[in-house]
């Protein structure tokens, strides 16, 4: 009755004394807590894992993963099946390392993706430590990129740069009194000026920083950039084809992740 495959479409509904029943949108966050909770699931009960897992940095890595993944799949792009992988939010890149040792002991097949920085450098340092985990369990979010391009950190930087930026606009066009709509142009004037090397999320950070806009919500972005993509049907081909170059890095992430994933679960049978 739970379809991982399609995050935004499952609600809890909760009744809670005085207050009333209330619907909770985003069951997925903080690891589905708020299923596991309803159904009377411990954390270490089988629907936080499945039959393979990819470990993931944050909730923002989650809601791009799972929601890009049925929509790749439409486009013929290598994707995950969320119902055989489940994607985990850590919380952090430190935060991985315990979920990482746990799917290994409980010999589930486990891939951890880190982001392409200091923490993710800490992180991986100590899972090859732990021994737990081997190097070809270890994914770097710069793997999917073929030249593995300078400034390419997050998620984010994969994603195609005008699709986020739109996102954002739409997200907080109505949540921040004032605000005025990031342009491509803005944000890359932006990054010259931090640093040419600089991922998306800090010079935005430092955008919104600069006019008072307050943190920059990255799972408030992620979701609006799933729920925003567009429909597919009735397209043509050559805007079909724009979609498949645009989400390229992410079906090599899919599809580096899917085989290593197959690779352990060979390797564990």
């Known amino acids: 009755m739970v379809n991982r495959n399609f995050p935004a479409r499952i609600r809890v509904v909760e009744k809670s004394g005085p207050s009333g029943t209330q619907i909770n949108n985003k069951p997925h966050q903080n690891r589905w807590k708020a299923i596991r909770s309803a159904v009377g699931l411990l954390a270490a009960d089988s ?3 499945g039959d393979a897992c990819l470990v993931v940095e944050g909730v923002s890595d989650h809601i791009y993963l799972s929601g890009l993944s049925p929509y790749l799949a439409q486009l013929e792009i290598p994707y995950l ?3 055989q992988v489940a994607v985990i939010p850590g919380g952090s890149a430190s935060e991985t390392i ?4 746990f799917c290994r002991s409980e010999k589930i097949p486990v891939v951890v993706l880190l982001d392409s920085d200091n923490q993710g450098d800490q992180a991986e340092e100590q899972l090859r430590k732990d021994g737990f985990i081997k190097e ?3 994914m770097r979010v710069n793997d999917c990129s073929h030249d593995k391009a300078v400034g390419v950190v997050a998620i984010e930087d994969v994603l195609p740069f005008d699709r986020l930026l739109s996102a954002l606009n739409w997200a907080y066009k109505d949540l921040v009194k004032g ?8 944000v890359s004037e932006a990054r010259s000026a931090l640093s040419p090397e600089a991922p998306v999320t800090s010079v935005i950070d430092k955008i919104f920083k600069d006019k008072g806009y307050g943190d920059f919500d990255k799972r408030l972005v992620a979701g609006c950039f799933v729920n925003s993509l567009p429909d597919l049907e009735g397209l043509s081909a050559d805007e079909r084809q724009d979609l498949i170059v645009q989400f390229e890095n992410i079906g090599n992430l899919f599809a580096i992740a899917r085989d290593r994933l197959k690779t352990l679960s060979e390797e564990l049978n």
């Open 47 to 49: 629907f936080i894992v």
């Open 81 to 83: 099946d969320l119902n």
């Open 179 to 186: 605000f005025s709509r990031l342009s491509v142009k803005e």
């Open 136 to 138: 070809h369990q270890i």
């Open 98 to 101: 315990p979920m990482a040792r």
